[in-house]
């Protein structure tokens, strides 16, 4: 079975500065690998994925998620925070037996202070 | 934007009490899903359909059922809501399975709370 794990809850970040979420993932198969955004009172929106394509994936918005195999991660970062990036943010998981199916994180809620 | 839409989008109703939610599209996209989402806990999967009548449980499918009569509505039901349902549940619809080539467009929510 598949499952992903989030690191923090809650990031606050300063405008301009680094995003770094993380999300590191448990599969005994190659994972698709996804992260979603989630503003508030909205469904959610999917940021990137990956394929196996290439591990370096770039998505909307300026982010960008990096896979990394031996250390079973797939970190979500944006170089440069803006206020309009304060949203829910999601890692999730399929492949294997579970094909089809989303297996989702906990959520890391990101604030952005001015 | 995918055309999914949920109805009701609010609803306060008493423990014991049966509730349907609706979801409808407008896409033609073969693939339904039922999610809720609770603090902690993300989204965790109740049921999903891949094609009329066809359904199938996911992760947390206890007290929950589900209908599919036309490719364009997808229906939760609570046969007795508890408060424990309380969450807010949201439909996603998808062209295919979710995955590599097809992505899981999500609607806008449904806030429920059983008292």
């Known amino acids: 079975a598949q499952s992903v794990t989030q690191l923090g809850s809650h990031v606050s970040v300063s405008e301009g500065a680094l995003v770094l979420l993380r999300c590191n993932y448990s599969?005994?198969?190659?994972?698709?690998l996804f992260w979603y955004v989630q503003y508030p009172n909205q469904g959610l929106q999917l940021l990137l994925k990956?394929?196996?394509?290439?591990?370096l994936v770039k998505g909307i918005n300026g982010f960008e998620a990096e896979f990394k195999k031996s250390e079973t991660s797939f970190h979500l970062t944006k170089p440069s925070a803006h206020m309009s990036d304060a949203a829910e943010y999601f890692c999730?998981?399929?492949?294997?037996?579970?094909?089809?199916?989303?297996?989702f994180g906990a959520g890391t809620q990101v604030v952005v202070t001015p | 934007d995918a055309g999914i839409t949920q109805s009701p989008r609010h609803k306060v109703t008493e423990t014991g009490t049966p509730v349907t939610l609706r979801c409808h599209q407008t896409?033609?996209?073969?693939?339904m899903y039922w999610y809720r989402q609770d603090p902690g806990h993300g989204l965790r999967l109740i049921h999903y359909?891949?094609?009329?009548?066809?359904?199938d449980k996911g992760e947390v499918s206890d007290g929950y059922s589900v209908s599919r009569s036309k490719t364009e509505d997808f229906l939760l039901t609570l046969e007795s809501a508890t408060s424990s349902q309380t969450s807010v549940y949201f439909c996603?619809?998808?062209?295919?399975?979710?995955?590599?080539?097809?992505?899981?467009?999500f609607g806008p929510g449904t806030r429920l709370t059983v008292l």
């Open positions: 359909s891949y094609g009329v009548k066809d359904t």
């Open positions: 996603a619809i998808s062209e295919g399975l979710a995955g590599v080539y097809n992505e899981q467009f």
């Open positions: 999730a998981v399929t492949g294997g037996g579970s094909w089809g199916k989303l297996q």
């Open positions: 599969s005994s198969v190659p994972p698709y």
């Open positions: 990956y394929t196996s394509a290439a591990t």
């Open positions: 896409e033609n996209h073969r693939y």
